[in-house]
């Protein structure tokens, strides 16, 4: 079993001024001892928000967290079968009438592929993928 963070964890931590190897402590403060991964398209959500800096010192401060959570860090790429799982939840809710973030849907996915958990602050829309173990951090 593993955990993949979902960014809403590492965005809370570079405001609170964490390094990525103290946001990975607290998890497992939480979590035991599991290995810890990110999607990424994490990666892309934290670089977003650099362009998003409102100052070039902020700008500077995100850039450094997101090639340091880089570097700490396992990243899993987007395979075919991340995708084939992405289709069928996304299928599977959509004709149920529910809607979830494209985003949120394919870092969920990235779990379920690895047979992961995901943890998060935003366990609103993780709770909705079906066989998707969600740990409130």
Known sequence: ????????????????RLTPAQAVSSVQAITGEIA????????AELGHGIYR?????RRNR??????????TLPIYSMTVQTAEIVARVDGEQAAKGQKLPLSDLIIGACA???????GTH????????????????
């Not at 800096?53 to 010192?57: L, T």
């Not at 995100?62 to 570097?71: G, H, I, L, P, S």
């Not at 935003?122 to 951090?137: A, H, K, S």
């Open 122 to 137: 935003n366990f609103r829309d993780f709770e909705r993928i079906p066989g998707l173990t969600v740990i409130r951090l």
């Open 1 to 16: 079993m593993g955990l993949i963070l979902d960014t809403s964890v590492l965005i809370t931590a570079e405001r609170l």
């Open 62 to 71: 995100r850039r450094a967290f997101v090639e340091e959570v880089k570097a």
């Open 53 to 57: 800096a409102s100052s070039e010192e």
């Open 36 to 43: 810890i991964g990110l999607s990424a398209l994490s990666v």
């Open 112 to 118: 379920l592929e690895l047979g992961y958990a995901i």
